[in-house]
Structure formats: C-alpha cells, structure tokens
C-alpha cells in the first residue's frame, strides 16, 4: 500500500475542502482495499450520490470518506443533514473512512476504519441553515461528533505513515462485526457503555465502578428502569466478542489488542 498522495491531481484548485477530496478520494480508489471481504479495489460512486463515496465490487458494502490535514478534531464535518440521519438508520448505511494526510509531504498519517453499526442518531450534530444570502440559502448541514465514538471501534488501516497488515484489519473488522446491532438503542448502549469504560484510567476495573455511572447512564436512557443490569448485560457483550477479559467475580480488565 502506497501512502503518497498525487498532487498533480489538485493544479488548478483553491478551496481547500475539495483540494483534500480529490487528493484523499483518488488515493482511496488507487489503494484502498474492502476491510471487510478483502477485495483488492473499491469503485468510486459519482460524486453526487448522498453519504457514501465507495462501495466494494464483491461484496457490496458501501463507505463514506472523511478526510482532514494532519489531525482529527472532536468534530468532522458531514454533509446535509437529513440524509445523513437517513442513511445512519437504514439498512444499508455505510462503514467510515477517516483519513489524515500531510499537506505538504502529500502523504497519508494515518487511517481509520470506522463499522457503520457504531454510529447512531446522537452522533451527528445539525448544523444552522445557511442564510438566505447563501449560495445555497437554507442548506442544513451536520456534523459527526467523532469524540463520542470510542477508540476500541476505530480499526487501524495506516498508522504513522506505515499501513496495518489486511489480514489484521480484516480480522478485526470481523470481531467488530459480532457486536452487530440493527436498534438504535442497543446500538447506542454499548457506545455509551464502551465510553463510560474509557473514563476509567486503570487497565482493570471494577463492576462497582461501573456502577458509578448508573446517574449518568440513566439520563442517556430515561426509558430503561433497571441500569445496572444493562451495565451487567453490555459488559457480558463486550467479554464474550473480545474487548474485555473477566478476571474474577466483579472484576475487569480492558483488552487493547482484539484480534490476539
């Protein structure tokens, strides 16, 4: 996998929002295979289609592409609003790139793979409409809170310029995939489980620490009347597909490494 960028492709353009499409997604099509089958290419959808810019030949899952100079912030920045919603909640909703590049080296840092049923509702953000002055008056964007999804679920494709071995990445997008979940609200449990975990500093922790955040979770899910057993029934979740190791009765230890 070649992390140089063609920056032949950009003669000619100023804005830097599609100086780093064309240069990441050219990349992407040049480089990037499907981390979930394993095909070596992924085609390019025509540049209008709604939240989703590749999609694999095989077994045709779909991606979409975000890409920024060299870091990430808290924030990503989405496209309209509605379909985004849209699109998170159907049935074929797409995985994640998030790709960051050196602007001036014109090579890849790093990359991200992001499973599609980590994301859910919360996580995009809607932005103001646009002025009636705008070029485009009353377009309603969005943004991805990137911030709200945990570290645990961001497969590495290229760290640092050097890229992760495709049996790694598939093997992990395969234990990712055994947390599988359809309902929004089951989805959206086992992320704010999986952040209350990463607010624990020490590599083994407690049930009863996890118990603190029952106020906390509750707020998040108001309908749910028995907390501590969903804390119970998401830890069992997150043991049985590899991201936690039981080590005694009420007692945890995180797992960094799930394909090992």
Not at 75 to 81: E, I, L, V
Not at 129 to 139: F, R
């Amino acid at each position: 996998m070649d992390v140089e960028l063609n920056r032949e492709l950009i003669s000619g353009y100023t804005s830097g929002s599609q100086i780093s499409r064309v240069l990441t997604e050219h990349w992407a099509a040049e480089n990037m295979y499907c981390p979930r089958c394993g095909c070596a290419r992924l085609v390019q959808f025509p540049s209008n289609r709604a939240v989703a810019d590749f999609y694999c030949p095989e077994c045709r899952n779909e991606y979409e592409l975000k890409s920024t100079k060299l870091k990430f912030g808290a924030t990503a920045r989405g496209g309209k609003y509605l379909p985004c919603i849209q699109r998170i909640t159907s049935n074929n909703n797409p995985d994640w790139f998030l790709v960051t590049y050196d602007a001036v080296e014109f090579k890849i840092n790093d990359f991200w793979v992001i499973p599609k049923h980590f994301f859910t509702p919360e996580i995009v953000l809607k932005r103001n409409a646009l002025s009636e002055t705008a070029q485009q008056p009353g377009w309603v964007g969005c943004k991805i809170r990137l911030k709200a999804i945990p570290q645990q679920v961001r497969i590495c494709v290229i760290r640092n310029r050097t890229p992760v071995a495709s049996n790694v990445v598939l093997e992990q997008m395969r234990r990712l995939s055994l947390l599988t979940m359809d309902n929004m609200n089951a989805r959206g449990w086992m992320l704010d489980v999986l952040n209350c975990i990463n607010q624990i500093t020490r590599e083994t922790f407690t049930l009863d620490e996890m118990y603190f955040f029952e106020r906390k979770l509750g707020e998040r899910h108001p309908e749910n009347r028995n907390i501590r057993a969903k804390i119970r029934q998401q830890l069992q979740l997150l043991r049985d597909s590899g991201f936690l190791a039981f080590r005694a009765r009420g007692l945890y230890k995180k797992i960094h490494n799930i394909t090992s």
